[in-house]
């Protein structure tokens, strides 16, 4: 099934590029004719196309913005039936309005040409989406002279003059430093390499793990939102938030798992069953098998069969962390002895 699924997105993708690269030749020839023109490729739409739920991109239509004095051309076709648009209006007759880059309305900003023939949308065709506000503004500016732009409006967002990007970016640093500090600096106990990759590709831990990643995405993308902080740095903030909160989870819980814990670290006997390699004596009670392959030569010194105490904190939670308070100093007075 999962197979099916990944030929279903490639397939989709090579669609889509193939259908920009039509659409490229197609306005590339539209714009052939305009030479000696004073020109601008934009991208159009309807206000009717942008409030449709089922439309497939927040582009209606391509083409040209063509200056003519005192005239505004329109001439471009439409992506999904390719029917031309030609589309001639008096300067003066025109209102433009900024609109900027709304939820709606996709990555790109756009700006509303409003005439007593209707209200047309249109945003600079600007391959970079990054760019699109000043290329859009740079039309305005070059073919309405006169029109006033909101300096504050059609800025780029700051992100640091907004409360709650402020907040995601205190916290995206705070679950890094708690992750880092916490796991390689503060922390005695340690979870097992072995642990570890069991909780992962544990089924129920990634459904768990998913839907809580979800779910904290969605409300984190709506707040920020809300804020009134654009839809392409809302995802970015909730990106770095998420990815964070996955490196802060598994340090969270060992931390969650040791408030917990009802009683201090215990010893729980091992078997020596090849060199570094322990298994638990009583399985019953569920310890990992150990493994040390960066100590062998410690391990070496006990003959196969031996049993050894390895200590762990063992919570609520069900996590095994090795305690190294307990647990390093056999191995460090071994090393120190050999120099």
Request: proline share 5%; with cysteine.
């Amino acid at each position: 099934m999962i197979y099916i699924v990944q030929l279903l997105a490639i397939a989709y993708v090579v669609w889509v590029l193939w259908q920009n690269r039509q659409q490229k030749k197609q306005q590339d020839a539209l714009v052939k004719q305009l030479r000696g023109k004073r020109f601008w490729r934009i991208h159009l739409a309807r206000i009717s196309y942008h409030s449709n739920f089922w439309r497939h991109s927040a582009v209606e239509a391509t083409g040209a913005l063509i200056d003519e004095e005192d005239k505004i051309r329109f001439l471009g076709f439409r992506l999904q039936n390719k029917k031309s648009i030609d589309i001639t209006l008096n300067k003066s007759d025109l209102t433009i309005h900024w609109l900027g880059r709304q939820r709606a309305k996709g990555p790109f900003y756009w700006a509303e040409c409003a005439s007593p023939k209707g209200s047309l949308l249109f945003c600079a065709d600007s391959r970079n989406v990054m760019q699109s506000r000043e290329a859009l503004r740079d039309i305005l500016s070059s073919a309405f002279p006169a029109l006033e732009l909101d300096e504050e409006t059609t800025a780029d967002f700051a992100l640091e003059k907004s409360p709650r990007s402020i907040a995601t970016i205190a916290a995206f640093f705070g679950l890094f430093f708690f992750s880092m500090i916490d796991s390689f600096v503060i922390s005695r106990y340690e979870l097992t390499d072995a642990q570890i990759v069991s909780l992962i590709f544990n089924p129920l831990v990634m459904a768990a793990t998913l839907l809580a990643m979800g779910a904290l995405g969605f409300l984190a993308f709506h707040w920020l939102r809300r804020g009134g902080i654009p839809s392409r740095e809302s995802w970015g903030l909730v990106a770095l938030l998420v990815a964070t909160c996955l490196g802060a989870a598994l340090p969270g819980a060992k931390r969650v798992d040791q408030w917990l814990a009802d009683a201090p670290s215990q010893e729980y006997r091992y078997r020596i069953v090849g060199v570094a390699r322990l298994e638990p004596v009583d399985t019953r009670l569920g310890p990992p098998v150990m493994w040390f392959p960066r100590g062998k030569d410690y391990w070496q010194q006990f003959p196969v069969g031996t049993e050894y105490t390895i200590p762990f904190l063992h919570g609520p939670l069900g996590l095994w962390q090795l305690d190294h308070e307990l647990f390093d100093p056999p191995l460090r007075k071994f090393y120190e002895g050999k120099g």
